[in-house]
């Protein structure tokens, strides 16, 4: 089922014994950072579900790659996939994703977000297009898999296929959608509706963010439903 959540719901799903154990770290937002709201949903998932293995699908500047390092315990890591320059003649992109896909690979700095000294050690570039991309050795491996790199239809399937196979079964885990409901990539609420038919998909209110919990978070899924 297609369900729409308030963001304070995701972010009360984080329970904790006091105030300090509910800090988060954020890189303060500009006009070329991922919205705060939606970040803050996203980080409050990945507290929620105390992960500590996460994916990235749509590296971009590495922005969002940082937020979420610098919000996992010191164990945790993230790996994030984009594209090489040789995938990028032969990937199939939507207009507007090719025009993302084609600028340069930092946002000005001298290197992506999170190859900074204090957190790189916490990250592993991946490097292919996501719809060739032998995701199989890290299959059952992940806590959280943040899907936010092609929004056509094709490649949205197809990394959503990969998403729900790179989960963790035996812990609680999630899918995180970007672009839910954005007028510019309408085929991922599109699809999403498709996945909303075999399991819960919730859209968070004020956001493009969309998630769905695998059957171990069935008690995190409770006070949402
Ligand atoms: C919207 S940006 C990601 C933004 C990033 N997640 C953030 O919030 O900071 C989408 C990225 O997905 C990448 N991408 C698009 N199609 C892809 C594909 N088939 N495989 C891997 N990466 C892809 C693009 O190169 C682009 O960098």
């Given at each position: 089922?297609?369900?729409?959540?308030?963001?304070?719901?995701?972010?009360?799903?984080h329970?904790?014994?006091?105030?300090?154990?509910?800090?988060?770290?954020?890189?303060?937002?500009?006009?070329?950072?991922?919205?705060?709201?939606?970040?803050?949903?996203?980080?409050?998932?990945?507290?929620?579900?105390?992960?500590?293995?996460v994916?990235?699908?749509?590296?971009?500047?590495?922005?969002?790659?940082?937020?979420?390092?610098?919000?996992?315990?010191d164990?945790?890591?993230?790996?994030?996939l984009d594209?090489?320059?040789?995938?990028?003649?032969?990937?199939?992109?939507?207009?507007?994703?090719?025009?993302?896909?084609?600028?340069?690979?930092?946002?000005?700095?001298?290197?992506?977000?999170?190859?900074?000294?204090?957190w790189?050690d916490?990250?592993?570039?991946?490097?292919?297009?996501?719809?060739?991309?032998?995701?199989?050795?890290?299959y059952?491996?992940?806590?959280?898999?943040?899907?936010?790199?092609?929004h056509?239809?094709?490649?949205?399937?197809?990394?959503?296929?990969h998403?729900?196979?790179?989960?963790?079964?035996?812990?609680?885990?999630?899918?995180?959608?970007?672009?839910?409901?954005?007028?510019?990539?309408?085929?991922?609420?599109?699809?999403?509706?498709?996945?909303?038919?075999e399991?819960?998909?919730?859209?968070?209110?004020?956001?493009?963010?969309?998630?769905?919990?695998?059957?171990?978070?069935?008690?995190?899924a409770?006070?949402?439903?």
């Amino acid at each position: 089922m297609r369900l729409n959540v308030r963001p304070h719901q995701v972010f009360l799903l984080h329970e904790t014994p006091s105030a300090a154990d509910r800090l988060a770290t954020f890189v303060l937002p500009n006009d070329r950072t991922p919205k705060l709201l939606e970040t803050a949903v996203l980080v409050a998932l990945l507290k929620a579900l105390d992960a500590r293995r996460v994916l990235e699908i749509g590296t971009l500047w590495g922005l969002q790659t940082l937020n979420l390092a610098a919000n996992l315990p010191d164990d945790g890591h993230v790996w994030t996939l984009d594209l090489g320059d040789e995938d990028l003649a032969q990937a199939q992109l939507d207009a507007r994703d090719r025009v993302i896909a084609g600028l340069p690979r930092t946002d000005g700095s001298a290197t992506r977000a999170f190859e900074d000294p204090r957190w790189r050690d916490r990250v592993t570039k991946l490097t292919g297009d996501s719809t060739r991309f032998d995701f199989a050795p890290l299959y059952g491996s992940m806590h959280l898999v943040y899907v936010d790199g092609g929004h056509d239809a094709r490649t949205v399937a197809s990394d959503t296929r990969h998403a729900f196979a790179l989960l963790d079964p035996s812990r609680p885990g999630a899918v995180v959608w970007h672009d839910d409901g954005n007028p510019h990539h309408p085929d991922v609420a599109a699809w999403l509706d498709q996945v909303g038919r075999e399991r819960d998909v919730f859209h968070v209110g004020e956001t493009m963010v969309a998630f769905a919990l695998n059957h171990a978070a069935g008690a995190l899924a409770r006070p949402l439903a």
